[in-house]
């Protein structure tokens, strides 16, 4: 079984930062992608960003050129650090971690999200 615990969120004003941070734990024996994902009231979970064990990137449209993902392979961690944050950014993120249990068995995990709030 794999854990996903994430942390960081918070309130912060427009045009602020905020660093989100989440840690995956258990019986791992890979990781082949690691995510994050946010929803809005009323709105359909979205990507975020996602990143491959080998450094590959992809972005929301919505993010890119102000949210870096980034991780940590030897401790299981991925970062998102979001600069010139906007009201519409305001959602719950949720970070996700695929990869294998052992040979033939995947996971996929989710950690169970963490408020960001951008306002005045």
């Known amino acids: 079984q794999v854990q996903v615990v994430e942390s960081g969120g918070g309130l912060v004003q427009p045009g602020g930062s905020l660093r989100l941070s989440c840690a995956a734990s258990?019986?791992?024996?890979?990781?082949?992608?690691m995510g994050w994902y946010r929803q809005a009231p009323g709105k359909q979970r979205e990507l975020v960003a996602t990143?491959?064990?080998?450094?590959?990137?992809n972005y929301g449209d919505s993010v890119k050129g102000r949210f870096t993902i980034s991780t940590d392979n030897a401790k299981n961690t991925v970062y998102l650090q979001m600069n010139s944050l906007k009201p519409e950014d305001t959602a719950v993120y949720y970070c996700?971690?695929?990869?294998?249990?052992?040979?033939?068995?995947?996971?996929?995990?989710w950690g169970q999200g963490t408020q960001v709030i951008v306002s005045l």
């Open positions: 996700n971690f695929r990869g294998l249990v052992r040979l033939g068995t995947p996971f996929d995990s």
């Open positions: 258990g019986s791992i024996f890979s990781i082949y992608i």
């Open positions: 990143i491959t064990r080998g450094g590959s990137t």
